[in-house]
């Protein structure tokens, strides 16, 4: 009979000595009858004991995570999903859908749209919940739930809402700060910092803590040309920023509590990515090409010149450092990119981009792996992206950004495709990222196409409690999807 795994572990604290049988192991020893089993005896660890605890290490195995097992059902429970309800009420004035955020118990459905307002849905019966007509003096863009009850919007007006779900007559507060078009939202849950970033460049921090009614004083952490988006790991550790011109700015060791001058950070370096294996070799920081988002071209003397001593005496890499890539896009090469739309996978393993080439006549949807290596100096992050998976997109409805989506347990992803959106999968069995590393950039797996609009497509999001999927159109309709047996 296997030994249960809470036993092993109070015999080995009891002082028995350790007890190397792996979970669901036998110990080998049979007791005779009426009396109780002899303890496992010790014997050396195996290659069984380290892949078990790798397994660990990745969130597998059955006292981990035990959803992972049924991700074969989810997958099936995918297969099987149909456009099921579509809400389109206001169309002519609401506008266009931008953005769609699920609150983290899935209750409740929020949409930002072009004119000024902002939706709330039951997304189980699909009724309307409220309509906030005059949530913005803009374009509403973006929306993130910090809790279960409080979120924040963006807008093309520069400023950033608070609300409350229990009281959506007014606003929590409104914090000014931007001098543009505000883009997008994080949220740091372990220190409450809102961090937001819009089109003039700046990332800006705001202390949810010491939010009063009319607002909080912004605090300008970095600040940089072309920015697009930008995304908080998920457990906050680097910043990444996407560019108009194709570069991806990493900021490593991430402390949200230093701001960021021109200059006070260190750019340890600036390469272009490829698909190979061989991640090690790297061009130096001078060699950046005219229109790098960094104020500076001798990037080289700036990081040893700003690093801290100590992090230069211990040999670890300095808070805030920076790195500038250039993600490797498929056609590429030679015209240069816009990396549109950015973002992370649920457990930190890798992020996802929408590329657009200068001329918008190609668009692309790419994975890039987090990948641990050899650092090109004892002082660099030992962080680098690599390319893994990719796909050619339909380029309907060009000069319009497209926000595509991880699901939640990051082994699909949503993406808008025309009138419709894809789900994609890194192989056809919609396995983990980490179970179909290929050697080589390799083509993502189509699993379901679903058409459902009569206009672009341009968000997508999943319900991180159900299975079911929303998109938004130019045209204003909300469209849910979920299986149909």
Not at 76 to 81: E, K, R
Not at 387 to 398: F, K, P, S
Not at 430 to 439: G, I, Y
Request: glycine share 8%.
């Amino acid at each position: 009979m296997s030994a249960p795994r809470g036993k092993a572990e109070e015999g080995s604290a009891a002082g028995g000595g350790p007890a190397w049988a792996l979970p669901g192991e036998a110990s080998g020893l049979e007791s005779p009858p009426g009396e109780p089993p002899p303890p496992a005896s010790p014997r050396a660890p195996g290659p069984g004991l380290f892949a078990w605890l790798r397994g660990r290490c990745l969130g597998r195995g059955l006292f981990v995570e035990p959803a992972r097992d049924n991700f074969r059902a989810m997958t099936g429970l995918y297969s099987a999903i149909q456009p099921a309800d579509s809400v389109s009420l206001s169309t002519r004035t609401h506008g266009a859908v931008f953005n769609l955020e699920y609150s983290p118990g899935g209750s409740v459905l929020t949409v930002a749209c072009e004119q000024t307002e902002v939706l709330l849905f039951d997304p189980i019966s699909s009724k309307h919940i409220k309509t906030l007509s005059e949530a913005h003096e803009d374009c509403v863009n973006n929306i993130r739930f910090l809790d279960n009850r409080l979120f924040a919007t963006c807008s093309d007006d520069t400023t950033i809402a608070l609300w409350d779900l229990r009281k959506l007559n007014t606003k929590v507060c409104t914090l000014h700060g931007h001098t543009s078009w505000v883009k997008n939202i994080e949220y740091d849950t372990n220190t409450r910092l809102l961090v937001t970033s819009g089109f003039d460049g700046n990332v800006i921090i705001w202390d949810t803590n010491r939010c009063k009614e009319d607002g909080c004083p912004p605090k300008k952490f970095f600040h940089t040309r072309f920015l697009m988006r930008m995304r908080l790991t998920p457990d906050c550790s680097k910043m990444l920023i996407s560019t108009s011109s194709g570069y991806l700015l990493i900021l490593h060791d991430l402390d949200l509590t230093k701001s960021l001058e021109v200059g006070s950070y260190p750019i340890l370096r600036a390469r272009r990515t490829t698909s190979s294996s061989d991640m090690t070799s790297a061009s130096s920081s001078g060699s950046r090409t005219v229109g790098s988002p960094c104020h500076h071209s001798d990037s080289g003397p700036l990081s040893e010149k700003h690093m801290s001593r100590s992090a230069q005496r211990e040999g670890g890499s300095p808070r805030n450092s920076l790195e500038v890539l250039t993600p490797e896009v498929p056609g590429e090469r030679d015209r240069g990119n816009c990396i549109t739309s950015l973002q992370l996978h649920p457990k930190g393993w890798a992020t996802l981009l929408r590329c657009s080439s200068n001329t918008d006549d190609q668009e692309w949807t790419c994975v890039y792996e987090f990948q641990e290596g050899t650092p090109v100096r004892p002082i660099s992050p030992r962080c680098s992206l690599r390319l893994t998976h990719c796909i050619e997109e339909a380029n309907v409805g060009r000069g319009y950004i497209k926000e595509l989506c991880f699901s939640p347990d990051g082994r699909m992803i949503s993406s808008p495709h025309g009138y419709g959106i894809r789900l994609l999968g890194f192989d056809t069995q919609c396995s983990e990222l980490v179970d179909c590393l290929p050697k080589e950039a390799g083509p993502l797996q189509e699993i379901r196409s679903l058409y459902s609009h009569n206009d672009v497509v341009l968000t997508t999001k999943f319900s991180p409690t159900h299975c079911q999927i929303a998109s938004g159109c130019l045209s204003g309709r909300v469209s849910l999807y979920q299986p149909k047996f």
